[in-house]
């Protein structure tokens, strides 16, 4: 019998013992041997940022305390209530301009901060209502004697309502405006055009916006500036974080058409909740002056 060299069975184990790494990998591969990487990788990959199920959450914490708010004021305008040319022409001919009265709406947004039924929303949209309806999320509605208005501050287009109720209401968590950045995610909930609940979702354009050209009588300016939708209808509502925290109420946009173009303000709630501390304890928000 031929002896074989001590050289040929070197090789010849070295042969056998690589085919049994690479036939083990394969063998791996095809029955999921190793799931615990894959896993690792797989989490890996969920952590790089907010999902989407993230926006629902927030929507889910939030919604809740949203609510509807709707007003009505009378106001005297000049004219007569013929909209016939000649008509119109012979009764000024003879009776001048007559003043007439209107009843004109409002429709805002609010957010329950308070379990007992304490309202955040802006001064706009409750300035000089003789009747306001605050409805709820889940269909509740309050009238008449049951809203009350606490107080206004029109400086910083802010007002607080509180609804009476026998039961706590869901509220909204009140976060801390000073922490938020350049980038952060906002989540502006309202109500736009009546349509209940509607969410839209941007980022933080800019911090401590002021000097903005405002029809209101908004001295205090230090607005959250949003890329996220904001129409009429919208005011009063929540600013959100990804956490789920108010972090302002959108007030007004920088539009030519009056409609969402993607320049939207927010009162920041740490403002707010100075505004709604003294609203509530002393019906007014008293400052210092100089001089």
């Known amino acids: 019998m031929k002896e074989i060299s001590a050289k040929w069975v070197g090789v010849i184990i070295g042969s056998a013992t690589v085919t049994g790494f690479v036939?083990?990998?394969?063998?791996?591969?095809?029955?999921n041997i190793f799931p615990r990487a894959q896993?690792?990788?797989?989490?890996?990959?969920?952590?790089?940022?907010?999902?989407?199920?993230?926006?629902?959450?927030?929507?889910?914490?939030v919604l809740p305390a949203v609510v509807n708010i709707s007003s009505s004021?009378?106001?005297?305008?000049?004219?007569?209530?013929?909209?016939?040319?000649?008509?119109?022409?012979?009764?000024?001919?003879?009776?001048?301009?007559?003043?007439?009265?209107?009843?004109?709406y409002s429709l805002g947004s609010g957010v329950i901060f308070r379990p007992d039924g304490y309202i955040l929303?802006?001064?706009?949209?409750v300035a000089g209502a003789e009747?306001?309806?605050v409805t709820l999320h889940d269909g509740r509605s309050f009238k008449g004697g049951q809203v009350k208005l606490i107080g206004r501050d029109p400086h910083t287009d802010l007002a607080v309502l509180k609804v009476r109720t026998a039961k706590d209401l869901p509220v909204a968590k009140l976060g801390d405006s000073d922490s938020i950045r350049v980038g952060d995610?906002?989540?502006?909930?309202?109500?736009?055009?009546?349509?209940?609940?509607?969410?839209?979702?941007?980022?933080?354009?800019?911090?401590?916006?002021?000097?903005?050209?405002?029809?209101?009588?908004?001295?205090?300016?230090?607005?959250?500036?949003?890329?996220?939708?904001?129409?009429?209808?919208?005011?009063?509502g929540p600013l959100c974080n990804i956490n789920g925290e108010v972090i302002?109420?959108?007030?007004?946009?920088?539009?030519?058409?009056?409609?969402?173009i993607g320049i939207g303000f927010a009162v920041p709630i740490n403002m707010a909740k100075e505004v709604a501390r003294q609203l509530i304890t002393k019906g007014k928000v008293e400052r210092g002056y100089l001089g």
């Open 73 to 104: 004021r009378k106001v005297v305008v000049p004219g007569l209530p013929f909209d016939d040319p000649f008509f119109k022409k012979f009764a000024e001919k003879f009776f001048g301009e007559v003043p007439r009265e209107q009843t004109r």
């Open 121 to 125: 929303t802006n001064d706009h949209v």
């Open 23 to 31: 036939l083990g990998l394969l063998i791996a591969g095809v029955f």
């Open 248 to 260: 302002g109420l959108n007030t007004v946009i920088s539009s030519p058409s009056g409609t969402n």
């Open 185 to 236: 995610w906002a989540i502006a909930i309202g109500n736009p055009f009546g349509l209940e609940g509607t969410v839209t979702v941007g980022v933080v354009s800019a911090k401590g916006r002021s000097n903005l050209l405002l029809p209101s009588r908004q001295r205090y300016q230090n607005f959250i500036q949003t890329d996220a939708a904001i129409n009429p209808g919208n005011s009063g």
């Open 39 to 61: 896993a690792e990788e797989q989490d890996t990959v969920t952590t790089l940022g907010p999902s989407e199920s993230s926006f629902a959450t927030v929507v889910a914490q």
């Open 131 to 133: 009747d306001i309806t």
